[in-house]
Every structure is written in C-alpha cells, then in structure tokens.
C-alpha cells in the first residue's frame, strides 16, 4: 500500500488561532493570539518533560507541601515554573492564579497585559509515576482593572473569553475554546507543532459512559445515588452505562467530550463543596462542554454562574452529553 503523501497544507494551532483573529476583525488586537501562543509553548515544554520523565528522574516527590496540602512531585513544580515565566514574559497577562501558589501573582507594571489567566498547571499528577494521562488546565478573563486586581479573577466563568487543556499521554492533544466551538489539536513532535486534527469538537447529546469516583459512594448525597442506580440498575429494555473512571479530570473529560456520557465529581458527606477547584478545574471544562454542546452543572445550578468567592474553592462537576446531565438533574430536582 503507497504511503500516503504528507499533507502540504497542514493547519497548525497558530495559523488556526489567527484565522480566528482575523475572523474577529480589526477588533482583535492579536494580544490573545500572542497570549495563547505563549501557553502553547508551555505545553510543549511540559510535554517534552513528562515525556522524558522517567529517564531523567524528574518522578518522585519536590519534598515540599502546595497550597492544597499535596506533595509536590518535581514535575508539578517544573510546570507551574515554566507557566508562570511564560506568561509573564508574555506581556499579555496581569493577573496569574495557579493551583500550585497560595496566592495570586500580580503582573509587574512593566509586564502587565490586560488577560488574567487562572491554570492547574499539572492537573492529574498524583497518577504520573504510573503513566496515566495527566494534563495542564487554563482559563482566561480579560482583565477589569487597570492595576492588576484579584478581583479580576472572582468572576463567574461564563466571563472567560477562552478555555483550554493539554493532555500528555500517548499523545500530546490541545483542546481550546476561544467562544466559537471546540477544537483539538495534537503534537508533531517532529514539526514542534500542533496540528489540528479533531475540528468543531461535539459531544454526543447521550451517551452510554458514566465516570465518577464510586469508591467515594458511602458518602454520597441521594440525588447521585439514584441517578447511579438508575443506569446501573436500568429498566426493563434499557442496557446498564459502563464505568470509565481515570482519576485524572483531563483525561476524563476528553475521553467524555469524544465519546459522549457523564463525569462527575460530587459534593458528598465527606467532601462539603466536592474536591475540584472552581477557577482552574470546573470553569475552563464547563466552558468547553458548554462549547462543544454539552452541559455543565453543580447540580443546583449552571457552573459557569458561579460567583467564586476565593481563588482555591472548590465546587461540585456533573458535566457532560446534554441528555446526561439532564437525566442526572432531574434527581436533584426530586423533593
Ligand atoms: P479522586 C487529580 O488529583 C484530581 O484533581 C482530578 O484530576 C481528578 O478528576 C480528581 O482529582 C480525582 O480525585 O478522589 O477520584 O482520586
């Protein structure tokens, strides 16, 4: 069989991302073009890193505590480090939330942009001595204030102007929403390039995957257990969900976005508001499920209209095939 002839006319993120500049007009200043191809690069060098990982020992723990209490594994610390410079080297940014920092960064004067970007810049790394995908999650505001301001990050996520992660695995995939559908693209290691490979990304209005943490089932409040019960234990005629649990959200989620179905990480009787992070988790994957046609709840109401009231609380994601989630919310609605 003749190998097929290498495309001449290869869509690479950045010329995908300025033709979405150039559709927005002379509006567009090209600022987010510049701030996306910094986090773009960031990617890369995460990537190249977990990557290389295993072979110069960068697995095993940084021997100091994050904000959330977790050991920090070297390539957490690596990530957040890298992020951080790139962005502020950017220009492009004022203010910097990371799952990694107790507090915010405040962009310098003469650095400051007018984007505010809020990441986990490692998301899943409990799972990377063992090879399971693990991923960086971002979300951008435009900034309010002209100084730099926290407040410019206490917003509700439907107020972010763009939304994103990077999977690292068997493969490097890209996945961003800049407001106009979902797109994916996947790293040439060779080109140093992501190439778009999965345009227009639109999750399946049903699915038939259910991926949640039952280990956690004896705290979980009845709404979830019902609805649990209800695919597993389906009515006569109907075939039972199958459980796909990773443990590692970028990996759930995408595996979700692609295949259709539910995940969900709820509140229960042990964890009061839910273990993932508002600003850096629930937000930026609620924004692309809502792009990508899917919906996006904390079971008592829309993610994205959450009003966050700190940069590292936490919030209860049920996201996923419209049709799902509405299955699930109508056992919340149950008096
Ligand atoms: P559990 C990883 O630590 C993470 O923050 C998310 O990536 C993932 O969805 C969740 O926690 C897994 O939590 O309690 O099921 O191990």
Do not use: W
Not at 32 to 37: A, C, E, S, V
Not at 154 to 176: D, F, Q
């Amino acid at each position: 069989m003749a190998e097929e002839a290498p495309s001449t006319d290869i869509i690479t993120l950045t010329r995908h991302i300025l033709s979405d500049q150039i559709r927005l007009g002379p509006a567009a200043t090209g600022d987010l073009t510049l701030l996306l191809t910094a986090i773009q690069t960031t990617s890369k060098f995460i990537a190249t890193n977990v990557r290389k990982a295993r072979l110069i020992n960068l697995i095993g723990l940084a021997g100091e505590l994050n904000v959330q209490g977790e050991e920090q594994k070297k390539l957490d610390v690596l990530s957040n480090d890298i992020m951080v410079n790139s962005l502020r080297a950017s220009r492009k940014t004022s203010v910097l939330v990371s799952e990694e920092l107790d507090d915010a960064i405040i962009i310098d004067d003469t650095h400051r942009g007018k984007y505010c970007v809020v990441f986990d810049p490692l998301d899943g790394s409990s799972n990377i001595d063992a090879g399971v995908n693990i991923g960086t999650i971002f979300g951008v505001y435009k900034a309010h204030s002209e100084t730099g301001d926290v407040s410019d990050v206490l917003r509700p996520g439907r107020e972010m102007v763009a939304a994103g992660y990077t999977m690292y695995g068997s493969s490097c995939n890209l996945v961003l929403s800049t407001g106009g559908g979902v797109n994916g693209y996947t790293l040439d290691a060779a080109l140093g390039e992501f190439i778009l490979t999965h345009p227009d990304i639109k999750i399946p209005p049903r699915g038939k995957i259910y991926s949640f943490n039952e280990g956690n089932s004896t705290y979980f409040h009845p709404p979830v257990i019902n609805y649990l019960n209800s695919i597993k234990y389906p009515s006569a005629g109907k075939s039972p969900y199958s459980a796909r649990y990773i443990g590692s959200m970028v990996a759930d989620v995408h595996r979700t976005l692609l295949y259709g179905g539910i995940f969900g990480y709820p509140d229960d009787k042990k964890s009061k508001s839910g273990k993932l992070r508002l600003l850096y988790e629930a937000f930026p994957m609620a924004f692309l499920t809502e792009q990508a046609g899917g919906l996006a709840t904390t079971g008592r109401g829309r993610i994205l209209d959450v009003e966050p009231k700190s940069i590292h609380e936490r919030c209860p994601v049920f996201l996923g095939s419209r049709d799902d989630v509405n299955d699930l919310l109508k056992f919340f609605q149950e008096k």
